[in-house]
């Protein structure tokens, strides 16, 4: 049965998520739907990254089997036709038989918006999270570069992170600032429940000075959730690209 | 009495435009109405510049009368707190007796983001034009280059435009290419009605090889809109500074 693999941009303002849900729109879901109207079956649609409601996506991947006989480039046009304005499909292609969106991905990267000024935006504000304090970058880079490595995660996973390890090999976590913009990008093998978010909302504390950018290592060993920072809001978080 | 002035960024989606009206929300009714909560007396808020429906700021000017006991600090607070996500006070100042938002201004610049790729996007969809053909940047600088000056630009104004001259002062109006963003960059002392949107839908004609560079001074002295392009959409339109 043909493979076909996504690559999707998504708004995720409107949505619950990209996991299927019972009660509430998921990307997941609006996708499958739109699916199901061209083959006239159930289609199972597996993403790289289940990304949390509000979460947005620049190329996320998924993929999807049928033998539905279109080419992929057809595929995208009939989805791209049919999805809302929010979900949009960048490229559509045939891959290997094994092809596992999820399971076959080397890495993810994603990025973190932070908008660093004192009073609140109107036009971005639903892609960043408003910090209004001042931050001190150094301390931020300094910070970030204690969690690269082969590490178990566990204090910065989420408690509905239900994984059998929580080891994971963090290879890239930049700060770098763009005018009044803030953007924190991380790459890593996998991704435990709220792991970005966990990292951005404990960096953010050291950036406005309330703790020490030494104590990440310290955290980190810890394995405790409750040493960590806050979790940053979703809206500022992007799923910018999956390798494989 | 006191003469307040406002710096305004909003994301223009939800309302009808800049100007009040009877039946649609509007960015200056909505601010009008917060203003009034404050001081418990009507206002009248006076904008740099009229935006059309779906067009956005990030740097639109206003000023108000009022005897209300507010610092610029207090007022900008009080209408952060009171206005919606949408429409946020970047900056508030008391201003000489003599200040006119619209009068006093001595440029507007806006700018105009068309989205160049073939598949349109779903991020960026409230805040660019999607072109989906590709666009002949040379032609398009050549095109902007020919309009620079002072000129009667009736050819481009909208129907509605009921202005005593057309006679308008472009200082400014540069295309550049930002990865799949092009940004079209315009400044003048006033502009008239549509009168970017359209500029902007003749440029891109020209980018698609529909008409030539050279055309654009016979539809400058023409003075007959029927010779300019379409009028662009108004989500890529975003009042960026006005110049006093």
Redesign the interface.
């Known amino acids: 049965v043909p493979n076909i693999k996504l690559v999707l941009?998504?708004?995720g303002t409107a949505y619950h998520g990209w996991q299927r849900q019972t009660n509430a729109p998921s990307i997941q879901g609006t996708i499958e739907d739109k699916i199901r109207i061209i083959t006239k079956k159930n289609v199972n649609l597996t993403g790289a990254g289940r990304t949390d409601a509000g979460v947005?996506a620049?190329a996320q991947t998924a993929n999807f089997r049928t033998d539905a006989r279109l080419t992929p480039a057809a595929w995208?046009k009939a989805l791209?036709s049919l999805l809302p304005?929010?979900?949009?499909?960048?490229n559509a292609q045939q891959v290997s038989e094994k092809f596992h969106a999820r399971f076959s991905a080397r890495s993810k990267v994603y990025e973190y918006s932070v908008l660093s000024r004192p009073?609140?935006?109107?036009?971005d504000?639903l892609?960043v999270w408003h910090v209004p304090f001042p931050l001190n970058m150094n301390a931020m880079k300094q910070a970030a570069a204690a969690l690269i490595g082969r590490h178990d995660f566990t204090a910065f996973k989420g408690s509905k992170g239900d994984t059998k390890t929580d080891r994971c090999y963090l290879k890239r976590l930049t700060v770098r600032k763009l005018k009044e913009m803030i953007v924190i990008t991380i790459e890593a093998d996998r991704f435990l429940q709220h792991m970005v978010r966990n990292i951005v909302g404990t960096i953010i504390e050291v950036g406005r000075g309330k703790r020490k950018a030494q104590e990440m290592k310290q955290i980190l060993k810890s394995l405790d959730r409750r040493l960590a920072g806050p979790t940053a809001p979703p809206q500022g978080l992007?799923l910018i690209e999956v390798r494989y």
């Open positions: 941009e998504y708004d947005h620049k995208q791209n304005a929010d979900i949009a499909v960048r009073d609140r935006s109107a036009v504000r892609f992007c």
